[in-house]
């Protein structure tokens, strides 16, 4: 039996609390969207400034890789404004929003708070 070093070991703990974060940083978007503040839809920087508020801190660039993993998913839609990306969310992300399905690399809602 072999045993994994303490620096594979957190490194694997890193990657799984990354993925974690994605995936909490995604439903927070799509929580977002579906809220009474936003009205389904929003754009790449005003979404930013948003998380940041939630204190889940997040750069243009990766806002951008996390839009593009959910309209993928079919969970919003996207077009270009100019230097804005702009998405609203479909009925997919709302379903996702509600439990009604799930999707791998998105985390489940917390239906208490629903």
Do not use: C, Y
């Not at 839609?77 to 609203?88: G, K």
């Amino acid at each position: 039996m072999s045993v994994e070093s303490p620096a594979k070991l957190l490194a694997n703990s890193q990657d799984a609390i990354a993925e974690a974060v994605q995936a909490h940083k995604a439903m927070a978007i799509l929580r977002l969207l579906d809220g009474d503040v936003l009205r389904g839809s929003a754009n790449d920087h005003l979404m930013v400034v948003a998380l940041d508020l939630l204190g889940l801190r997040t750069s243009r660039a990766e806002m951008r890789q996390l839009i593009e993993l959910l309209e993928k998913e079919g969970a919003i839609r996207s077009s270009w404004a100019e230097e804005l990306l702009v998405f609203q969310l479909a009925h997919h992300g709302r379903e996702l929003v509600e439990g009604r399905v799930f999707a791998e690399g998105m985390e489940r809602p917390n239906l208490d708070s629903l």
